[in-house]
Every structure is written in structure tokens, then in C-alpha cells.
């Protein structure tokens, strides 16, 4: 395959959400390599019955890798490190509350593998960051997924801000059947949130300390408004490059 999976998710939905996903794309592609990162807890213990039944189901699962954090991590990380850990350059990445129905021809993946094809680079998926292909190289152009929204909320908006910015486009959107975003609620309890489950902090570190609203100029994107950016992005995994370059040659 010429792709990874990266899916996110937590212990609230574990039961309801992960397993019935990770088992509908096993039917479709059970040679498909799935790394899964596991949020912690933002006010409490990691959840050892829950960090049980994960490592035993994936270990029951065909190529799946996991990655726990034992403490509460931004979005933007948990996608950052998905994408590093993944051994393909293209990625798509999935939220845990997404349901692929199950079709006797011409599926999710069927469908999706055509469009991989023939899309180059970065692409949503029916309009939204809840799927989407992230292509390492672009990633790494534009500079990963700002790791000091240290909640929910706002990561995607300002990566196709800077995607706009580095390339002078934005990225693209492909429509593609049998892959529902049922948009659950069900959040982590411990962190303040502002619009559902985002995190109040994410989206005032947006809109009052890294961009400013313009009148005049700027770029809107999945924003609001239109926006000038005001603080600049520290580079993130600086040696991801040379690791690139170099890895054939250990």
C-alpha cells in the first residue's frame, strides 16, 4: 500500500467508536498499516483498564501500531507524531468517530486508493479535517501542525492558513461516499472547552494572540475573518528532513 492510517482517539471512545472503525477498514484492507494515538487524561490517571483492552485489541489487529500518551496532549501532536510514525509519505489521517459502511463492491477504500492515485499531495476528504491525506513533504514545507494549541481546536484552521501562505493555494477538497462523520460530543472531561468540544484555549491563542483580524488584505481560509498572522511558527522536528535523506543509507 502506498498510504498509511493515522487515527486519534481516547478512552471515551473506545468501545463505541475505535473498534467498529479499525474492524470495517480490516475488512476492507487488513494489509493496511494503522498507527493509533491515544490521548491522556487532562485532570485525571491514564485509564489503565482502558489502556488494557486497547493494547489487547491491537495486538489482535493486522499491522497496527500504537502510541500512548500518559498524560493529555494537544490534537496538533497527536497528529504530528501519528504522521512521523507512519512508514508511508502519504497519510491519511481519521478522526476515531467516523463509520465506514460496509458495501459488497466498490467501498471507502476502493473509491479512495482510485482518488490517491490520481490527487497529488495534501486533500480533504467531503470538506472537512475530520479525513483527510496529509503528504509528508507538504508538511514538512509548510510546518507541521502548531503544537502550542495545546487543546482541541483550531489546528486544521491554521495549517490551511500557512498551506495558503507557503504555496499560494489552498488545499484541495475530494468527495468520496461511504465514510460517515457522525461528529460525536463525547469528549474528555478535564480541559475548559469553548465551541463543543474544542478547547476555549486553542481558539483565543488564535483569534487574540497568533493572527489579527484585517480589514483590508490578509487571507480568511477556515477562519472567521480575514486575518493577518502576527507571531511567527517556530520550527517543529527540525531533523525530520535529514532523516528523510538519509534513512536508506543506515
Request: hydrophobic share 40%; with cysteine.
Amino acid at each position: 500500500m502506498k498510504y498509511s492510517i493515522v487515527i486519534t482517539t481516547f478512552d471515551k471512545r473506545f468501545d463505541e467508536f475505535l473498534v467498529p472503525l479499525i474492524r470495517s477498514i480490516k475488512q476492507e484492507r487488513n494489509e493496511a498499516e494503522i498507527i493509533v494515538t491515544a490521548n491522556g487524561s487532562a485532570r485525571a490517571p491514564f485509564n489503565e483498564k482502558y489502556r488494557a483492552a486497547l493494547l489487547s485489541f491491537l495486538a489482535s489487529q493486522h499491522n497496527c501500531f500504537p502510541i500512548i500518551f500518559p498524560n493529555f496532549q494537544s490534537l496538533a501532536k497527536m497528529w504530528n507524531r501519528g504522521i512521523l510514525t507512519a512508514s508511508q509519505d502519504r497519510v491519511l489521517v481519521l478522526n476515531d468517530d467516523l463509520h465506514i459502511p460496509a458495501v459488497n463492491d466498490g467501498g471507502f477504500f476502493a473509491k479512495f486508493e482510485d482518488v490517491l492515485q490520481r490527487q497529488p499531495g495534501t486533500f480533504k476528504i467531503n470538506g472537512s479535517f475530520s479525513h483527510y491525506v496529509i503528504d509528508k513533504s507538504e508538511l514538512i514545507d509548510v510546518g507541521f501542525f502548531d503544537e502550542r494549541l495545546l487543546g482541541l481546536g483550531e489546528e486544521d484552521g491554521d495549517f490551511f492558513w500557512r498551506f495558503h501562505e507557503k504555496f499560494g493555494r489552498e488545499i484541495p477538497s475530494v468527495e468520496l461516499p461511504n465514510i460517515d462523520n457522525i461528529n460525536s460530543d463525547i469528549s474528555d472531561d478535564g480541559y475548559t472547552k469553548g465551541i463543543r468540544t474544542a478547547a476555549k484555549f486553542n481558539r483565543d491563542y488564535i483569534k487574540n494572540v497568533k493572527y489579527k483580524e484585517v480589514l483590508i488584505g490578509g487571507y480568511r481560509g477556515m477562519f472567521d475573518k480575514r486575518v493577518k498572522k502576527q507571531v511567527p511558527d517556530e520550527m517543529q522536528y527540525p531533523y525530520e528532513t535529514f532523516y528523510r535523506e538519509h534513512k536508506d543509507l543506515v
